[in-house]
């Protein structure tokens, strides 16, 4: 992770944010000690390359298994529904992101997954909590929604996965997701007892180059496993 922040930095033309410029041909007594000006070039170099490979956008095109009415209208409403996920999750942009993000970590990815928060609204459900204080004399309730495909991007600390020769032959992996722990104990009060803060949680910002401190948030670990001869 050192090497990823270290490449970051160097993106970002922070490298040598600290460093100072030491004169050889002058006296120790008569040195003046300025800072280094960095000229970003390594950010030029990418953003073009990733412009240049965006040029080419991953696109789905969906066709009709037969030359019947009904396939016709099938593929076009698939078609829709593509470019209704391609629009919600503004895919164009996570995609020059992710591309962006691996050319400087040397990976990067997009968890896609099934968000059942998302989506319209079908029911709302009362939730049978204990009384407190902010909700006394209330009916609280829950919307149940349709649920919709989410596109994450993850950054490689959030991602940790089996050690393969190839990305191929990876058998399973680790997602991290960080979330609040008020929210979390809604979501399984069967364990809101052994749902804690993470006191210890700290998170590297690559906006402002620092660690954060996330209060009241806590890791949600995701374990992911393909079928294999030994796990069917």
Known sequence: MAKIRNNYLRYKGLQY?????????????????????VLPLISDAVDEKVARLMEFKPNVVVV???DEAQD?????????????????????QKFTQVLRNSKIAGESFLWIRWNPDLGDVLQEVSILEKATESNDNKNPTEAIRQGDIEAIRKSPEFVLYE???????????????????EALKLDYP???DK????SDLRVFNYDKFDEETLSGMVRKVHFYHKRTKYLP
Request: with cysteine.
């Open 190 to 192: 069967e364990k809101a």
């Open 163 to 181: 050690r393969a020769e190839s990305w191929e032959k990876v058998n399973y992996c680790f997602v991290i997701e960080l979330d609040y722990v």
């Open 64 to 66: 009709p298994v037969h």
């Open 17 to 37: 944010l600290n460093s100072v410029y030491y004169p050889r041909d002058v006296l120790e007594t008569q040195r003046r000690y300025t800072p280094q000006m």
């Open 72 to 92: 016709k209208t099938d593929a076009k409403v698939a078609k829709r529904f593509i470019d209704h996920v391609d629009y919600t999750q503004k895919l164009d």
């Open 195 to 198: 749902i804690k803060e993470d």
